[in-house]
């Protein structure tokens, strides 16, 4: 198959990014510039992001990334074969600036345009980095997300699992919050956690043993909150919580992809050679989190692809990938593509 070079433009949320990448699937593609301008410092009086102030940061910086992006990458407009962009599921003001850019380019350039659904473009970064053929499980855990899903090719996931509340990025940030850390929290607490008795505090563990694979975060956060208003609670007990806060985090998670696993394992009758778990979003960052993985897929025989912590958080490459892999199966979107808050990944539909 011939190689396609894509650009790719990302603003679904607090990352201001655009890429440029070379290749054809399974990948591994060739990632010839990646930008990401991140506003967590706008957003951190606040504890967490605010809408309206991602967006105008979008608007005044997005042209200037974009630029950057193709300056880095050594090519011109001229020389893409198409311009992806993040559609949704997003805070809507970002999605839309990413989108009528990726539009503009796409319109005044004469090249097809690429509605990418963030999600897939998650789902899809470790055949970016390391090329990977379907089907695997994926496990997708970030700020706004938490899902464990079967990937069975593109535009095709099914869910397993999801969380029925909160996702854990944002167990950790509302917990590093309580805490008085400062945003985003998961690093935060991770560092803190280093120095504590992650046996001090007895916190629950939500969910864990049902069935399904679902998830539930915000019982965990409340326990916390109560913990640091109760009495005895002072800085010097700080550092135990955030360890007992993230032991229960990771006992959680194992569970639920513990079940998945199984599902995952039913379906495909592949030897087990061939079961592979995806892991993608920025809480994949936390290395207590990546120590589990490790243990937990060589127990149950399950390969662990995990893209580096560059392409876990959100970034532009993910998204021209996406796109990238989109094109090579002939999916063009419109240029009236509309951007959308919500977008699950299993809707997507066969295509
Ligand atoms: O994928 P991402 O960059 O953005 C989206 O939410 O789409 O993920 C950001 C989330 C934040 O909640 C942040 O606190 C969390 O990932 N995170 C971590 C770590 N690094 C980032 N959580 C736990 N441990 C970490 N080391
Ligand atoms: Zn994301």
Known sequence: MRAFTVLGI??????TAAAVVRGHPPGPGEILSNIVLGQAADHRPYGGVVPEIAARAHVEWLDGV????????GVELSGIDAVAATAGPGLIGGV??????????????GKPLIAVNHLEAHALSARLSQGLEFPFLLLLISGGHCQLMAADGIGRYRLYGATIDDAVGEAFDKTAK????PYPGGPQIEALAERGNGRKF????????????????????????????????????KADLAASFQNAVVDVLRDRIHV?????????DYSNNNLKLVVAGGVAANCAIRRML???????????YMPPPALCTDNGAMVAWAGLERLACGLEDRLDSAPRARWPLETLGVS
């Open 10 to 15: 990302e603003t679904s949320c607090d990352e």
């Open 66 to 73: 974009i630029e950057r992006a193709l300056a880095d990458a």
């Open 96 to 109: 839309m600036v990413g989108l009528v850019s990726a539009k503009a380019l796409a319109l005044a350039a």
């Open 178 to 181: 309580l805490l008085g850390l």
């Open 202 to 237: 007895a916190l629950p563990r939500p969910m864990l043993g049902r069935e399904d694979a679902d998830f539930s975060f915000s019982g965990l956060k409340t326990a916390a909150r109560h913990i640091t208003t109760g009495a005895g609670f002072g800085p010097a007990s």
């Open 260 to 268: 998945a696993m199984q599902y995952f394992r039913t379906e495909y």
């Open 294 to 304: 490790d243990e937990l897929c060589g127990v149950e025989g399950f390969g662990l």
